[in-house]
T-cell receptor
């Protein structure tokens, strides 16, 4: 069975500082990996995804993530935080078929001016 | 192109009342999902429908029923609401040919008193 662990339920960074949100997964098959963002009182929006090919993937709003098979990780980064990045972020995994996503518990990102 | 729509946006029920949450997608996706989101728990799958005419239980199906009315619509029914079902409910849809990510609706905030 697949699972996702997001380290840190709450991360706080200063505006302009590096954002690093951690995600580790377990999967018995090569996974598809996703990061979603949820702004207050809204649905989930896809930030980026890894399916095949290049292991460093770039997403919207300057975010990127790197798939590291040896570490079973898919950490999300952004070089310089902006106030508008304050939101909840979810990492998710699926196997390579038509099966539902398995989500981590989420990390709430706060950005301090 | 509205994507995934959900009605209602907000609902308050008394314990024991019933209601149906509606979800529709206009992207011609085969698969549809119902999740609930609770603080600190991430998104948990209630039921899903891999294709029209099929439904399957997810992680937390107890107390819920679903109907895949047609390819566009997937409804979630609470027969006898309980306070433990107070949550935010999200519907999502998926089609592998469009990239393996799920598309989410805006959510229904349900309170059971």
């Amino acid at each position: 069975a697949q699972s996702v662990t997001q380290l840190g339920s709450h991360v706080s960074v200063s505006e302009g500082a590096l954002v690093l949100l951690r995600c580790n997964y377990s999967s018995s098959v090569p996974p598809y990996l996703f990061w979603y963002v949820q702004y207050p009182n809204q649905g989930l929006q896809l930030l980026l995804k890894y399916t095949t090919g290049a292991t460093l993937v770039k997403g919207i709003n300057g975010f990127e993530a790197e798939f590291k098979k040896s570490e079973t990780s898919f950490h999300l980064t952004k070089p310089s935080a902006h106030m508008s990045d304050a939101a909840e972020y979810f990492c998710a995994v699926s196997d390579r078929g038509n099966t539902p996503l398995v989500f981590g518990k989420g990390t709430r990102l706060s950005v301090i001016a | 192109n509205a994507g995934v729509t959900q009605t209602p946006k907000f609902q308050v029920l008394k314990t024991g009342q019933s209601m149906t949450l509606q979800c529709a997608q206009d992207m011609n996706h085969n698969s549809m999902y119902w999740y609930r989101q609770d603080p600190g728990m991430g998104l948990r799958l209630i039921y899903y429908s891999a294709s029209e005419g099929t439904t399957d239980k997810g992680e937390v199906p107890n107390g819920y029923n679903v109907s895949r009315l047609n390819k566009r619509e997937f409804s979630l029914r609470l027969e006898s609401a309980a306070p433990s079902q107070t949550s935010v409910y999200f519907c999502a849809s998926f089609q592998s040919v469009t990239g393996y990510e799920q598309y989410f609706g805006p959510g229904t905030r349900l309170t059971v008193t």
